[in-house]
């Protein structure tokens, strides 16, 4: 069995899976007290088709039984499990030697506002009780619902991370995730001023639905298709009149909102389907750059820190540039961090804060009444 070093390192794993619905992606961090998360290791755990497809019948379903949604659950946990325990033989550690897993679990629905004035709800199928026997391994789990029930959107909760990870630098940070649903932090130079962060709305979810209609994969590579078609400016006026855009911050989305039927509503049906993904693609361009220029009201210099699966569109990236001219584009790998795995690890870090009662919300963001300490605690 590997040594790690002992004590005051502490090593996490963090297990999510995002909107996008492609895989579990699984982190091993480094935690000290003198130095940001470190990330040591990381393994993709793909999704099995069968898997994806049951899970996306859940997202968008009108009706399912307490079996479908239980059975999901339990098959998705497996997954996890397999995730974890391949890292776990990859790196040569025992379950003993992590501190707890951090697992986000799978979002199935996201209703932070409610809905038709009901209560806010937002639901992740997990079973960190399974997790715990198929690991070993102490398991932090509902991670968003304390949040929630403190007034919070419940989400983007990775600012926090962010804030941990990056820091305050002498030029203003934002971080960019383009996951199925984008969302943006901003860190402010000063430490008096709070960071800032909310979703600005679609990035990859429609794209890779309109994709898949029309072509046997999940994703658009590097948005050759989309970079093939020509944008719809009508088109983009109308999906720019949905009421998400212009909601001010706190707030939050998903696929609940942002699927195949909101985008089907739009269309005339006389658009080339690659006019439609060119059209997607500058539909999530112009979003985040506009959710960009509300927290940069006065368009300064910054640096911008693109993270997640659409960081490897060229096509979404160079329409980004585009609209964003004063932002300088970096990558968190320069921090040691690639753009993957900045999600998963950040689940390691709440697993973390959880397990030192530290909070894990900024109520700046969320809108939360106030700092919390989230998840709870499934012991090995
Ligand atoms: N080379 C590529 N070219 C184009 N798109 C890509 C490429 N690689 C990844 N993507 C996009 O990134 C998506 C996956 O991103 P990611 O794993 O960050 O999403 P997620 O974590 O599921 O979402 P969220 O952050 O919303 O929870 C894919 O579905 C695809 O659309
Ligand atoms: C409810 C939910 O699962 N939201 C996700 C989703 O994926 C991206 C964006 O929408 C973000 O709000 C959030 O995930 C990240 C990890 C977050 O909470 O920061």
Redesign the pocket.
């Known amino acids: 069995m590997k040594t790690l070093p002992t004590a005051p390192t502490l090593y996490y794993m963090g297990l999510?899976?995002?909107?996008?619905?492609?895989?579990i992606?699984a982190a091993l961090i480094a935690i000290t007290p003198t130095a940001p998360p470190r990330l040591v290791a990381t393994h993709a755990e793909p999704m099995p088709e069968a898997l994806h497809s049951a899970l996306l019948t859940l997202c968008n379903a009108e009706q399912v039984s307490f079996a479908q949604l239980a059975l999901a659950e339990n098959a998705f946990c497996h997954l996890q499990a397999q995730a974890i325990n391949t890292l776990l033989a990859q790196q040569d550690l025992s379950p003993s030697q992590i501190s707890a897993i951090g697992s986000h679990g799978q979002?199935i629905e996201h209703a932070p506002d409610g809905h038709s004035g009901g209560p806010a709800y937002t639901l992740q199928l997990d079973n960190p009780s399974l997790l715990a026997e198929l690991t070993g391994c102490t398991v932090v789990a509902d991670f968003r619902r304390r949040d929630l029930a403190a007034g919070g959107q419940a989400a983007p909760l990775a600012p926090a991370f962010h804030q941990a990870l990056f820091g305050r630098q002498t030029v203003e940070q934002l971080i960019l995730?383009?996951?199925?649903?984008?969302?943006v932090t901003w860190l402010p130079r000063h430490a008096d001023q709070p960071a800032l962060g909310f979703d600005t709305g679609p990035?990859?979810?429609l794209?890779?639905a309109w994709?898949a209609k029309h072509y046997p994969s999940?994703?658009?590579?590097?948005?050759t298709w989309a970079k093939s078609g020509q944008v719809d400016s009508a088109l983009l006026v109308r999906f720019l009149t949905e009421p998400f855009f212009r909601q001010p911050p706190p707030r939050s989305t998903?696929r609940e909102l942002f699927h195949l039927t909101w985008l089907k509503q739009h269309l005339t049906g006389t658009e080339s389907p690659e006019d439609v993904q060119a059209t997607l693609a500058e539909l999530t361009a112009i979003s985040v750059a506009e959710g960009i220029k509300h927290l940069l009201p006065d368009n300064q210099p910054a640096t911008l820190i693109a993270?997640?699966?659409?960081?490897?569109?060229?096509?979404?990236m160079a329409r980004l540039a585009h609209h964003l001219p004063n932002a300088t584009f970096t990558s968190p790998s320069a921090y040691g961090w690639p753009?993957?795995w900045i999600?998963a690890g950040a689940f390691a870090w709440f697993a973390h804060q959880r397990l030192h009662h530290l909070p894990g919300n900024l109520p700046s963001v969320t809108g939360a009444s106030g700092l919390r300490v989230l998840g709870g605690i499934y012991s090995r």
Do not use: K, P, W
């Open positions: 999510m899976s995002g909107t996008s619905l492609d895989g992606d979002t995730n383009l996951g199925g649903i984008a969302n990035a990859n979810v794209l890779d994709f999940r994703f658009d590579q590097n948005g998903g993270c997640g699966g659409g960081a490897h569109n060229a096509y979404l753009e993957d999600e």
